[in-house]
Nanobody, 112 residues
Framework: QVQLVESGGGLVQAGESLRLSCAASKSLDIMGWYRQGPGKQRELVAIIIGNGGTNYADSVKGRFTISRDNAKNTVYLQMNSLKPEDTAVYYC?????????WGQGTQVTVSS
């Protein structure tokens, strides 16, 4: 079973930046990020596929950038101009053999 290991979360002030990383134990075509804020449902943040195609939630377009390093089986989420409403646990997500797989989550807290 594939393993996803996230890193890069933390506490920042509004307007600052963070970069999340997610290393997979094998090559995967579809990878991305979801988040779950306090009292909210888990929501899609961004997805990237093997050919580089991407999709973003409207709330992060223009501020977040997803990218991948296929040689390292790693996906990144560059988060700029962070807002307090971006506070959430961010989960790495991938499709492995048609099944969704999740990382353990990393906390991102944005103070105002």
């Amino acid at each position: 079973q594939v393993q996803l290991v996230e890193s890069g979360g933390g506490l920042v002030q509004a307007g600052e930046s963070l970069r999340l990383s997610c290393a997979a134990s094998k090559s995967l075509d579809i990878m991305g990020w979801y988040r779950q804020g306090p009292g909210k449902q888990r929501e899609l943040v961004a997805i990237i596929i093997g050919n580089g195609g991407t999709n973003y939630a409207d709330s992060v377009k223009g501020r977040f950038t997803i990218s991948r390093d296929n040689a390292k089986n790693t996906v990144y989420l560059q988060m700029n101009s962070l807002k307090p409403e971006d506070t959430a646990v961010y989960y790495c997500y991938a499709i492995d053999s048609l099944s969704p797989t999740w990382g353990q989550g990393t906390q991102v807290t944005v103070s105002s």
